[in-house]
């Protein structure tokens, strides 16, 4: 709340709004919307450009799912892409781009890749014209524009700080025209992250939706002409999204209910509970690495890297129906369907 209520006195801020899932970041929250004026403040986005999350129907059914067969086939998407397969789906745009090596790759942190399964469904009309099938198994992807995102972000702090850009400067558009090609990195990255999980697992699979949770984009809000920050925050305005819960928690299929008071925005996640460092302390005398690598669900979790699965645990996330919950409370958010994790994938590696 601190930070939260800090970004309210930089300049040209005209309104910010914290989502269920707010938590501290590095100098500014996670979990937020921020609307200025004639300025904009890509500092506040940070690193992570087009981080989000893109949601996949896999041909493989439920009632033929061998859980022990699909970790093995899975094994790791650590290394590099084939660069063959990377040439074939780049746009020209992005072909001197000097971080094509990492696409396809998940990356650290929270970002992952699961399968889901279709729990609940509570709208099957709505579900029904997505496509969604509940007798198929669901691949949920977070990741985002990996290197990239972060060397554009360390550039613009190097330059310019944490001052912003007046909207009508050079510099402004210079930052928007990177923006807009870290944002095709990232969904482009996702896609690839999908394609290569389920070539791995001798599937196919269709897209159901892909959006971005770390952006800046141009918004009128209040007969205002101005700048829509997310941090950590999904559209409300783009069509249906997914916000997912720990890796030991449901996720839930949402139709946002687009609103000015909300920002148009919505949380995009479960939200920490707990920060990184505090976490091994916290759990290390009450639970083995392996019985992190279950969960109630039974549900599995593949990561060799012992600090994050610690870190990424599901005791260090809040609740996802108290996040639910309150959405729907604030009448900005109709639940449609929940899902539930079946395999949960982060990287392998202790540095990538």
């Known amino acids: 709340m601190d930070q ?67 970790e093995k086939r899975l094994g790791s998407i650590d290394l590099p892409l084939d660069e063959e397969i990377i040439e074939a789906n780049l746009p020209e745009q992005l072909r001197q781009n000097q971080f094509v090596s990492s696409l396809g790759t998940i990356g650290l942190g929270n970002h992952f890749a699961e399968f889901q399964q279709v729990d609940t469904l509570y709208e099957a009309e709505i579900t029904d014209q997505l496509g969604l099938n509940k007798k198929a198994l669901q691949l949920l992807v977070h990741s985002g524009s990996r290197g990239f995102g972060g060397t554009i972000g360390r550039s613009h702090v190097d330059q310019f700080g944490h001052h912003g850009l007046d909207d009508d400067t050079e510099y402004a558009q210079a930052y928007l025209t990177q923006q807009q090609l870290a944002l095709e990195y990232a969904t482009l990255n996702r896609q690839l992250i999908a394609q290569r999980i389920l070539s791995k697992v001798k599937a196919t699979g269709v897209p159901l939706l892909d959006l971005f949770h770390n952006f800046i984009e141009q918004k009128q809000i209040e007969g205002m002409n101005g700048w829509l920050h997310r941090k950590g925050a999904a559209p409300a305005d783009k069509g249906l999204a997914i916000i997912p819960g720990s890796r030991g928690d449901y996720s839930y299929l949402v139709q946002p209910i687009a609103t000015k008071d909300s920002l148009y925005s919505l949380a995009h996640g479960a939200g920490r509970k707990w920060i990184r460092t505090d976490c091994k302390g916290r759990l290390k005398n009450h639970y083995t690495v392996d019985q992190l690598t279950r969960s109630h669900f039974n549900s599995r979790f593949i990561c060799d890297n012992r600090e994050l699965i610690y870190e990424e645990a599901p005791q260090a996330y809040k609740s996802i129906e108290t996040v639910i919950d309150s959405l729907v409370q604030a009448k900005i958010i109709k639940v449609l369907a929940r899902l539930k994790p079946v395999l949960t994938y982060k990287t392998l590696k202790e540095k990538i």
């Open 4 to 70: 939260l209520k800090a970004i309210t006195k930089l300049p040209n801020i005209a309104k910010v709004v914290g989502m269920p899932d707010l938590h501290p970041g590095t100098g500014y929250p996670i979990g937020a919307a921020f609307f200025s004026t004639q300025r904009f403040y890509p500092a506040l986005i940070g690193g992570d450009i087009g981080c989000g999350m893109a949601f996949w129907q896999t041909d493989i059914t439920i009632a033929k799912l061998h859980l022990n067969k699909l």
